[in-house]
């Protein structure tokens, strides 16, 4: 009971200073941020110290204080591939506790670019946007981690039906040692993400319409069709990954090329696209 | 700058010229005998602007509601997701796609610059790839950016995507939010639909053969894809929109040919509001008023579904007693008559019929024959 309680402390703490920290830069929206977490940690704090009559309660209030980001890499490490915000959110509600909003991911992507030019490697990760195969900059709306091989992080035309159904397969897989534990609602939220993938994938899908799903027919289907795509995804995926050694200094190479408008005299930097 | 546009600048004033959207540019084929509303089109004059200031604010119908668009985006954003998953399935089910054919290409902006003219270069050096190369080419490309000429201007049109590699043509896919019930749709929303899709096969049709390539590669059947039912799910419908576009492609050629309803404007005409630098418009309400007078209407109501000025052209009209307020069928039978005063007058016998006009007059009196037994028959 100690430990947590601790933690919690320390933590309401840091957000108390941060707080102060982001009041005197300015930044409103950091403040209204990080003083809705303090709230939560408070709440949590006093649910802590009275005696827990719903114990439920207190392990989604306490897993909920993980920072966000680290609640998105939980997820994406669960799919194995980069994923827009609301696969994510469906994602972390479906295998973990605590609460995730795809709001709360929007000032993340922002956030972990200025962290990481403030301090470079500092963090263990870092939570970055997946490259475009072509211009190599930030692919809109797919978050990555930044321990991954760049093959990974990179999005060729291929690479978004690729990696929904490595996403699919890796759900798939995850499920069934879930289902043991999990409580009624946390499976029906599993079931819902899984029918979601099996009714996109051919030969996924319930025998008949509103049939229950197999996470093993599912896998299997996945991979079926990703065999057809993985060898070509794989080529462009690795050839862009080269370039963007290449072209890319250490930043760029995490989060994306930075482009500068080229105007019709062409005079502007050479976009660092294939020769 | 030709003397045409010269004459429309000066006729829309010291605002900036708004730039044409699909649903504009559909709304254009809606009352094609308008001049008014084809010299403000033309002109890109900003109606609603326009409207507010003479006193007619205009409520609904020409402009979407944000509810609408709040559960459009939601709506697309889910068939979209996870490189068009949805999508894909429908393409395979309906129309064949192969399996190898699932590339994707987000066309929404260009290395984090999201301006027109960027998007319009890289969608037209992908499109124009793929028409040429088509064994190279992607399947699905996600808003591209389409341009068009519009009365001298260039519009630029967003499709929702389009798709290639579906009998090596490309479709137009427009996501739609309404429902298709029970494979029933409301008609309207169908109509609109297709018009918009049209104003993108057009631009399609026009890029292609700017670069000597065949028109026929673009398919004039549109893919609607729409909720299904009562659910969530969505469902894809083909819709032939050869009517559309080719109705489209005169309304264009007609405004391309806007010199002649200049010509017969008093010189000086302008509809100019006068903004100061504070964005307040100061030309005066009367003085605008009949200068938009000055151009003739043909009001209907339909217009007030798909043009902002709408209200003001009713109030015209209803002044005058046309005909036109009580819609096109009532116009229709009563065709060779103007005015609503007329009608009544050769009804209740008061007025003798000329020669074309004994029949309707005949017509008429026998109509208010049967209304007034039934007026006297009740009491």
């Known amino acids: 009971m100690q430990e947590p309680l601790d933690a919690l402390e320390t933590r309401i703490a840091e957000l108390r200073r941060a707080i102060r920290g982001a009041l005197t830069v300015r930044e409103q929206d950091r403040v209204r941020e990080l003083r809705a977490e303090l709230r939560r940690a408070e709440r949590s704090w006093d ?168 996470a093993e027919t599912i896998a299997a289907a996945a991979r079926a069709e990703f065999d057809i795509h993985f060898a070509r995804d794989h080529d462009d995926r690795a050839q862009a990954a080269v370039r963007a050694r290449q072209q890319l200094d250490d930043a760029e190479q995490l989060f994306g090329a930075r482009l500068a408008a080229v105007d019709d005299t062409g005079t502007g930097r050479r976009l660092p696209g294939p020769a | 700058m030709t003397a045409t546009d010269a004459r429309l600048d000066s006729l829309r004033g010291s605002t900036e010229p708004l730039s044409f959207t699909a649903r504009t540019i559909a709304a254009l084929t809606a009352n094609p005998g308008c001049v008014r509303r084809a010299l403000m089109d033309a002109a890109g004059a900003d109606k609603a602007a326009l409207a507010t200031h003479v006193g007619f604010p205009q409520r609904s119908g020409a402009s979407q509601s944000p509810f609408a668009l709040t559960r459009g985006g939601i709506f697309e954003a889910q068939v979209k997701a996870s490189g068009g998953a949805d999508l894909v399935r429908l393409l395979r089910d309906k129309l064949g796609l192969d399996l190898p054919e699932v590339s994707y290409s987000d066309l929404e902006s260009v290395g984090g610059n999201t301006t027109k003219k960027v998007r319009y270069r890289r969608t037209r050096a992908l499109l124009l790839r793929a028409a040429r190369h088509p064994d190279q080419a992607g399947t699905l490309y996600d808003h591209p950016m389409l341009r068009l000429q ?108 806007i010199g002649v309803l200049l010509d017969e404007l ?66 229709d039978d009563l065709g060779s008559l103007d005015s609503i005063s007329t009608a009544l007058a050769l009804a209740s016998g008061i007025r003798q019929p000329s020669a074309d006009q004994a029949d309707i007059a005949r017509a008429l009196r026998y109509v208010k024959s049967i209304s007034d037994t039934l007026a006297g028959g009740t009491v």
């Open chain 1, 47 to 214: 649910a802590l110290v009275t005696p827990p009559d719903r114990p439920e309660e207190d392990r989604q209030g306490l897993a909920s204080l993980l920072p966000a980001r680290e609640q998105v890499h939980q997820a994406l490490t669960l799919l194995g591939a980069p994923a827009a915000p609301k696969l994510i959110a469906a994602v972390h509600a479906a295998f973990f506790a605590g609460q995730l909003t795809p709001s709360r991911l929007a000032s993340l992507r922002r956030d972990e670019e200025r962290s990481y030019r403030a301090a470079p490697g500092a963090r263990p990760y870092y939570l970055c946007p997946a490259l475009t195969s072509d211009l190599l900059s930030a692919a809109r709306a797919l978050l990555c981690v930044s321990t991954w091989p760049l093959e990974q992080r990179i999005i060729g035309p291929l690479s978004p039906r690729v990696d929904f159904l490595t996403a699919a397969i890796q759900i798939a897989e995850a499920a069934p040692s879930l289902s043991g534990a999990a409580t009624g609602s946390a499976s029906a939220a599993v079931d819902r993400l899984l029918r979601r993938f099996a009714m996109n994938i051919p030969g996924a899908g319930p025998a008949q319409p509103g049939g229950s799903v197999h």
């Open chain 2, 266 to 331: 008093p010189s000086g005409l302008t509809f100019d509001l006068a903004p100061d630098p504070d964005g307040n418009y100061t030309r005066a309400r009367g003085e605008l008023a009949s200068a938009l007078e000055v151009v003739p209407a043909r009001y209907q109501p339909r217009c007030l579904k798909t043009c902002e000025l709408a209200g003001f052209c009713r109030d015209e009209a209803r002044a005058a007693g046309a005909l036109t307020v009580l819609g096109s069928v009532v116009r």
């Open chain 2, 150 to 257: 519009v009365g001298g201007h260039l519009a630029y049109l967003e499709p929702d995507v389009v798709a290639f590699q579906i009998q090596g043509k490309f479709h137009v896919v427009e996501v739609k939010s309404f429902a298709v019930i029970d494979g029933q749709a409301d008609e309207e929303s169908v109509a609109a639909a297709a018009m918009q899709a049209a104003a993108y096969i057009v631009a399609l049709q026009d890029m292609l053969t700017a670069e000597s390539l065949s028109a026929s590669a673009v398919s004039t059947d549109v893919i609607l894809v729409t909720p299904e039912n009562f659910s969530p799910q969505a469902t894809a419908t083909f819709i032939d929109v050869r009517k559309q576009v080719a109705i489209l492609r005169r309304q264009l050629a007609r405004m391309a040919r």
